[in-house]
């Protein structure tokens, strides 16, 4: 399928300037990861929408808050070295936290993310690296049945949860979906 600015216009909310610095990037994400059906897209969309606050923000906005000073020495983050909090915060359209999740992001994009985790604000490097969280989370499997409840929660949670909307966002992340549907042509 191929991506308009309208068409990221309206499923991430975003400017047609930020539309049009995203559009290759984005492209190459959905065609590589086969984010290629109009309901893919549409939910693939929606979810960095909100997840990058349409387009504008690639990496975790630091205060730190309490949650985010919890990050250091977290293992199952691989956060096991002094500053490994604040050095791997949340980086991408789908933001990947922790060294252990850099590491193995860095292996799938053939990126050097360990020593410079910086390349995932990166256009390029932020659209792929939330296409193959996309296939690795098997969230299509959702977006295929129209599912955007089940989309959200996949992004937002982790895993698909019995309560309907109750990701977080999950007014907007809709809102985005049923747009980019209505821009997308059937």
Avoid at 21 to 45: E, G, H, S
Avoid at 85 to 107: E, K, P, S
Avoid at 161 to 184: P, S
């Amino acid at each position: 399928m191929n991506l308009t600015t309208s068409i990221l216009q309206a499923g991430t909310g975003c400017t047609a300037a930020a539309a049009a610095k995203w559009l290759p990037a984005m492209q190459a994400a959905c065609d590589r990861y086969q984010i290629n059906t109009r309901l893919r897209v549409a939910a693939f969309l929606a979810q960095i929408g909100h997840e990058s606050g349409r387009l504008v923000y690639v990496r975790e906005i630091w205060g730190p808050t309490a949650a985010q000073l919890g990050y250091q020495g977290r293992t199952d983050l691989g956060n096991t070295q002094p500053g490994d909090g604040f050095l791997f915060r949340g980086r991408g359209l789908i933001q990947i936290t922790g060294r252990a999740n850099y590491a193995a992001m860095g292996q799938a994009l053939g990126q050097p993310l360990l020593a410079h985790p910086e390349l995932l604000e990166q256009p390029a490097n932020a659209a792929m690296s939330a296409g193959q969280f996309w296939q690795r989370e098997g969230i299509n499997r959702f977006a295929d049945a129209g599912d955007i409840d089940g989309v959200s929660d996949m992004v937002n949670r982790g895993h698909k949860t019995a309560a309907i909307g109750d990701a977080n966002g999950f007014a907007e992340r809709k809102a985005l979906y049923l747009a980019a549907l209505k821009a997308i042509p059937a």
